[in-house]
């Protein structure tokens, strides 16, 4: 986004992509983000509270998007599926947990300034 915009429209976060910000979405990637090697789909599941088809179709939207890799095969005779972030699936979460932080700076801001406001006036004490 140009500085202009950003003038023009400061609280438009347009940096919250919508493909990340997604409750389960966000557990699978910050889940990610803390183990690089990644994770098997069971202790994603349990990590994330999600029932295995919940899970499957939040993968699928990870990984069409390129955030996700997800890899299958066998461990002994036993179905094996992992999955680990992709370097830009990492670099676009950094992305936008800076966008993040930044709306949580502007709401503590804001709500610093009705409180400091609401004191002044005498309905609360300071």
Do not use: W
């Amino acid at each position: 986004m140009s500085k202009s915009a950003m003038s023009s429209a400061p609280f438009s976060y347009d940096g919250l992509d919508r493909v990340i910000h997604e409750k389960a979405r966000l557990g699978l990637l910050t889940s990610l983000m803390a183990h690089p090697k990644g994770l098997a789909f069971a202790d994603l599941k349990q990590l994330c509270g999600l029932t295995d088809g919940n899970l499957s179709r939040h993968l699928q939207v990870l990984q069409e998007a390129g955030l996700v890799e997800v890899t299958k095969g066998y461990e002994g005779n036993r179905p094996h599926t992992s999955c680990r972030l992709t370097k830009a699936g990492r670099r676009r979460f950094l992305d936008y947990l800076a966008v993040l932080e930044r709306l949580v700076r502007d709401a503590a801001r804001a709500a610093g300034r009705e409180h400091a406001s609401l004191a002044r006036l005498g309905i609360l004490s300071a």
